[in-house]
Antibody, heavy 120, light 110 residues
């Protein structure tokens, strides 16, 4: 049974970097059959897929055009977790952020969500 | 990419069936069968209920079914129960390793 446990600060100042971590149990971040995703949800933007990392003999990343250039999704095999970094945040980045395990182009298991507010 | 189009709300009485539509374009919903549906109760994370347009994950009630025709996907819930009251979201692969969600539909069980 795969479980995802998110951690990270709930308040970030404008222009700074939002950093969240998603710890995986019941699967390996290096699995060859799934991808590890970040998705956010806000009243103004709804659900928005942000990016993913996955391992297929080497590491790959894909990012949404809306955040490309500001986002990094990385894996940490020693801790079996993956992370999100979103740079130069503005109040528009205020949202609930979710990590999710994906395969067959669907998001099968979700983390509990982290409410992140961008405010000074 | 624009969000997929869903009705803002639908309602039905216990025991009835309802259908939620999800309309996209030939670049997303219409390009393949990679549409998924999620149920979200207030304050909870979304839960996958349909993937690859018609498949149900293990443990999801067979009262939930999915279909797709052209650029429109649909979720049908039969035998409505009070616990089905929630928000429902569709999602589609949109090419170039990106995904797009619908705006969500609030289901009210009368």
């Amino acid at each position: 049974q795969v479980q995802l446990q998110q951690s990270g600060p709930g308040l970030v100042k404008p222009s700074q970097t939002l950093s969240l971590t998603c710890a995986i149990s019941g699967n390996s971040v290096s699995s060859n059959s799934v991808a590890w995703n970040w998705i956010r949800q806000s009243p103004s933007r709804g659900l928005e897929w942000l990016g993913r990392t996955y391992y297929r003999s080497k590491w790959y990343n894909d990012y949404a055009v809306s955040v490309e250039g500001r986002i990094n999704v990385n894996s940490d095999t020693s801790k079996n977790q993956f992370s999100l970094q979103l740079n130069s945040v503005t109040p528009e980045d205020t949202a609930v952020y979710y990590c999710a395990e994906g395969w067959s182009s669907a998001f099968h298991i979700w983390g509990q969500g982290t409410m992140v507010t961008v405010s000074s | 990419q624009s969000a997929l189009t869903q009705p803002a709300s639908v309602s039905g009485s216990p025991g009835q069936s309802i259908t939620i539509s999800c309309t996209g374009t030939s670049s997303d919903v219409g390009r393949n069968n990679l549409v998924s549906w999620y149920q979200q109760h207030p304050g909870k994370a979304p839960k996958l209920i349909i993937y690859e347009s018609i498949k149900r994950p293990s443990g999801v009630s067979n009262r939930f079914s999915g279909s797709k025709s052209g650029n429109t996907a649909s979720l049908t819930i039969s035998g409505l129960q009070a616990e089905d009251e929630a928000d429902y979201y569709c999602c589609s692969y949109a090419g170039s390793s990106t995904w797009v969600f619908g705006g969500g539909t609030k289901l009210t069980v009368l």
